[in-house]
């Protein structure tokens, strides 16, 4: 496998900086506007064409399980409790009995594969499009809900485009960071293309670095997306952008935004974002058969006024 090292390129931006950049991407994003953003890409052409993507009918998760017990990425896991089962409270077990339970979530939690919906990112008093930021309120969001952008769910081509994978290496320690330089690299060594409308996700080995060497705190350093990085989103037109962490790097490589990529993502460009997938069960298939586009199936849960919500998104390859 031909191995790539991380060119010297872009690092810190400058608030001044960063600024051009927000301002350069929303202009250019302009397509993207109303309640589905960048989603308006999905034609219902693009997702019959993406269904062409479908060879074997072989269907691989990209979400990572649900986890219940704390840790130093994930403070408040998930609850799960049981409301009822056979034998409660010595209850007889004859005849009919249901089992039954509940669960609890964060949904944009450190660990837990989510969705962000547009209503997600408040910057400088709005949301993405200039909506107010008061349609955001302690009852819920009134606009740009993930009910509002994806009641029929997200549906389109995948790709994968894998930078470990490119630079020979299982994964990418915490504070790096990914160019757009790299994701061209990749596609180039993977032999596919990123084009209008597609839901682009990129691995960078969270996922199995957190199985191999534990938990640790991502607040503090984890992997993601140089904001610089987003031109190359906007010049393909994706329509979502997913990552095995949460597609920002820490510490932020932004003067003043501890989000930048989430700011120019959602709130300038109108992206819907992944948060902490896992493509450990689908970047060997993807290896092996050769090829790493797929039709990929998003299904949030309707959840009305919601910022978000837990996905399982399924390759179908």
């Not at 199995?208 to 640790?216: H, N, P, Q, S």
Request: include cysteine.
């Amino acid at each position: 496998m031909a191995t790539h090292a991380r060119p010297a390129g872009p690092s810190w931006l400058t608030a001044a900086e960063f600024d051009a950049l927000y301002r350069r991407l929303a202009s250019r994003a302009a397509w993207a506007e109303g309640d589905r953003g960048a989603l308006a890409a999905l034609t219902p052409a693009r997702v019959l064409a993406a269904t062409r993507e479908v060879r074997t009918g072989r269907t691989v998760t990209l979400a990572a399980p649900v986890q219940t017990s704390p840790g130093p990425d994930d403070p408040e896991p998930a609850t799960h409790r049981m409301s009822q089962w056979p034998g409660r409270s010595g209850e007889s077990t004859s005849g009919l009995h249901f089992a039954m339970d509940g669960f609890a979530m964060n949904v944009h939690g450190d660990v837990g594969s989510h969705v962000d919906a547009l209503c997600h990112v408040v910057y400088d008093g709005t949301l993405h499009g200039g909506v107010a930021a008061s349609t955001v309120t302690a009852d819920g969001a009134t606009a740009l809900t993930i009910e509002d952008a994806a009641h029929d769910g997200i549906v389109g081509r995948g790709v994968l485009l894998d930078i470990p994978r490119l630079r020979g290496l299982p994964w990418l320690e915490p504070g790096d960071h990914v160019t757009a330089g790299d994701l061209g690299a990749a596609e180039s060594a993977q032999h596919v293309r990123v084009t209008e409308g597609d839901l682009l996700f990129v691995r960078v080995g969270h996922r199995r670095r957190r199985a191999e060497l534990g938990a640790w705190h991502v607040a503090d350093a984890r992997v993601g997306l140089h904001p610089s990085a987003l031109e190359f989103l906007a010049d393909r037109r994706v329509a979502v952008l997913g990552g095995d962490g949460n597609n920002d790097t820490a510490p932020s490589l932004t003067e003043g935004v501890g989000f930048p990529v989430h700011v120019l993502a959602i709130h300038a460009m109108g992206l819907h974002l992944l948060d902490y997938l896992q493509f450990e069960d689908l970047a060997p298939v993807c290896e092996a058969e050769g090829r790493w586009s797929f039709l990929c199936v998003v299904a949030p849960l309707r959840l009305p006024d919601a910022t978000g919500s837990p996905v399982n998104p399924i390759a179908v390859l």
